[in-house]
């Protein structure tokens, strides 16, 4: 059987730790599985297949005999070294900002546009995990009209800010309760029992802060037209998934059983919308599973176009690692077993 | 000086500890002070004005020689227990939702509806706090233009499920971060760390749950019109205050610059609204305050006639015993000091 070198780029990173995982849970055909980061962590190892692994520093000539990057390093990081790993032969799914709006980059949720995959380059690109989360629910509700406007309030985890953000939120608990001040290093507001509008640069002008934008920009790629979102993005005390509350106006009108029908069917979704029990999407449950939770379906009484969700997807999974591995299981079987079972 | 004899009714629940507190804070003209509770609470002692109180059983007799009572001890007591206090010639400022929508009973935000306390017959209802919080803000804006409609999310905090919400939500916390499991009693779901819609009965026709249908519905009341709101309503890991995300259509362009002027001389009204600082609404900086925070003010660019705002307030204060206290301070300067001096 056919195999790949793959190098998993900012390994020791939440959603670098979540790669390995995936590769392993998913019998991802690895050859040589190559753990890259910051020359700080070289040296320490990974386990991987049941061997240790040592991490080896990312540099521009860690590439050669390498057939897929999955990287997930930081925006310029990424910028800096995803040159060096195309021209070395291997495919980039790249889960930073750096790349995601470059015309020639594909912008890739495997559910949406899969088709986006063959026009890459070397480099794919994966959506922010809001995006992703927002858009495995809402885009197969195009097949029932088009739509018209989305109004979307996130519920964000700790976890979108990385393995130290989600030790923060577990350290100010516990100095909260503790009765101690709580102490601050990654966030720039308190995250446990607090809440805060989204942790990333706020445009001057418009307000909007770079999550916001985009999950605006992301999905008019992705969808291949203009939608009208408008997002607020929120970060929560919560650990890894991510929810939101999406608003969607139609064209049309949408009967809530014609929703439920194409939930039903659509890949990614796993529809949890219990009125009795009160059971809907959370966090909590989403957490570790690769479907995206998706209820709290409900007409607009006022508006008989309009209908509600309520989402909550693992933004470690789903919304980052995973995603970028089901593009690379895509593009490879496009691709000839390369260097797989050569020794680097 | 004239001063009133006051009952609080659930006087050891969450709000009934916080009227306590304002009742102080704000010099209420207090005479005498009587603390109700249910029966397993009489006899306990609260501290008052630097005095100890005995509870006592609240009665159908309990309200002989009072001229207010501050009522929020659940709706089955509140309907029970409002009409001999009524008899009895005493006020109700009644925070439960026994009477909110009762058309004989005002439903009063006295930043919005001030003149619909002079038309009660012995009962004002306080509104759900989440139809406070949304209201205090969004009312002063029908000055620029008519309201088209409103699509909320609500972040809404452990208090509004009352004092032993809280210290699940702190008990849960504390056994998650030992790694131990998460005892539950109050709240259906795990409220540490996770969130959930929210824990009011959900109608299994339309899938709204209660304290959404409040929103709907209080908010016509408080306004004299018919507005279309469309509230979801979520639980989050947050102490004490409630945050809303609000977009705003309505039926004509309006400016930020015309809204900023408006709140920033809106009564109950705090703009907190740094992008340089990355610095909006939080709960934490709510919690204490008895002005609501308001921020994130931002235009919709694909709707011109639509802008959102980002709010904060505490659910224990402005969202409940701090607004009914304002409602009686304004009943009352209509009403000569009757029994005030009197021994009960």
């Given at each position: 059987?056919?195999?790949?070198?793959?190098?998993v780029?900012?390994?020791?990173?939440a959603?670098?730790q979540?790669?390995?995982?995936l590769l392993?849970e998913?019998k991802?055909?690895?050859?040589?599985?190559?753990?890259?980061?910051?020359?700080?962590?070289?040296?320490?190892?990974?386990?991987f297949?049941?061997?240790?692994?040592?991490?080896?520093?990312?540099r521009?000539?860690?590439?050669q005999?390498?057939d897929l990057?999955?990287?997930?390093?930081g925006g310029?990081?990424?910028?800096?070294?995803a040159?060096?790993?195309?021209?070395?032969?291997?495919?980039?799914?790249d889960?930073?900002?750096?790349?995601?709006?470059?015309?020639?980059?594909?912008?890739?949720?495997?559910e949406?546009?899969?088709?986006?995959?063959?026009?890459?380059?070397?480099?794919?690109?994966?959506?922010?995990?809001?995006?992703?989360?927002?858009?495995?629910?809402?885009?197969?509700l195009?097949?029932?009209?088009?739509i018209?406007?989305?109004?979307?309030?996130?519920?964000q985890?700790?976890?979108g800010?990385g393995?130290?953000?989600m030790?923060e939120l577990e350290n100010?608990?516990?100095?909260?309760?503790?009765?101690?001040?709580?102490?601050r290093?990654?966030?720039?507001?308190?995250?446990?029992?607090?809440?805060?509008?989204?942790?990333?640069a706020?445009?001057?002008?418009?307000g909007?802060?770079?999550?916001?934008?985009?999950?605006?920009?992301?999905t008019?790629?992705?969808?291949?037209?203009?939608v009208s979102?408008?997002?607020?993005?929120?970060?929560?005390p919560?650990?890894?998934a991510?929810?939101?509350?999406?608003?969607?106006?139609?064209e049309?009108?949408v009967?809530?059983?014609?929703?439920?029908?194409?939930?039903?069917k659509?890949?990614g979704?796993?529809?949890?919308?219990?009125?009795?029990?009160?059971?809907?999407p959370?966090?909590i449950?989403?957490?570790?599973k690769?479907?995206?939770?998706?209820g709290?379906?409900?007409?607009d009484?006022?508006?008989?176009?309009?209908l509600s969700?309520?989402?909550?997807?693992?933004?470690?999974?789903?919304?980052?690692?995973l995603?970028?591995?089901?593009?690379?299981?895509?593009?490879?079987?496009?691709?000839?077993?390369?260097?797989?079972?050569?020794?680097?």
């Open positions: 059987m056919s195999s790949w070198n793959v190098a780029l900012g390994v020791t990173g959603v670098g979540e790669f390995l995982g392993e998913r991802f055909p690895v050859g040589v599985l190559k753990p890259l980061a910051s020359a700080k962590s070289a040296g320490s190892k990974i386990r297949a049941g061997r240790e692994i040592a991490i080896e520093e990312a521009e000539d860690s590439f005999g390498i990057v999955l990287s997930s390093a310029s990081v990424s910028k800096k070294l040159a060096h790993a195309v021209r070395a032969g291997a495919l980039v799914v889960n930073t900002s750096a790349f995601r709006m470059d015309p020639e980059v594909p912008l890739v949720v495997p949406i546009n899969p088709e986006d995959i063959a026009r890459h380059k070397g480099i794919i690109a994966n959506p922010n995990c809001s995006t992703i989360i927002m858009l495995v629910p809402v885009s197969p195009r097949q029932l009209a088009k018209r406007r989305i109004v979307v309030s996130t519920y985890s700790a976890s800010a393995a130290k953000a030790r100010q608990s516990r100095e909260i309760l503790e009765g101690k001040a709580p102490t290093q990654v966030f720039p507001h308190q995250i446990a029992f607090n809440l805060f509008s989204h942790n990333s706020v445009d001057p002008e418009t909007f802060c770079e999550e916001e934008t985009k999950m605006i920009n992301e008019a790629k992705i969808f291949h037209e203009p979102v408008f997002p607020t993005c929120v970060r929560v919560v650990m890894r991510h929810s939101e509350s999406i608003w969607v106006e139609f049309q009108e009967s809530l059983e014609a929703v439920r029908k194409v939930f039903e659509a890949p979704l796993k529809l949890l919308d219990d009125r009795q029990k009160n059971h809907f959370m966090p449950e989403a957490s570790g690769d479907d995206i939770l998706v709290r379906l409900r007409r009484p006022s508006n008989p176009k309009a969700l309520f989402v909550s997807g693992d933004q470690l999974r789903k919304g980052a690692a995603n970028a591995v089901q593009i690379a299981e895509i593009a490879l079987q496009k691709r000839p077993a390369a260097k797989g079972s050569s020794a680097l």
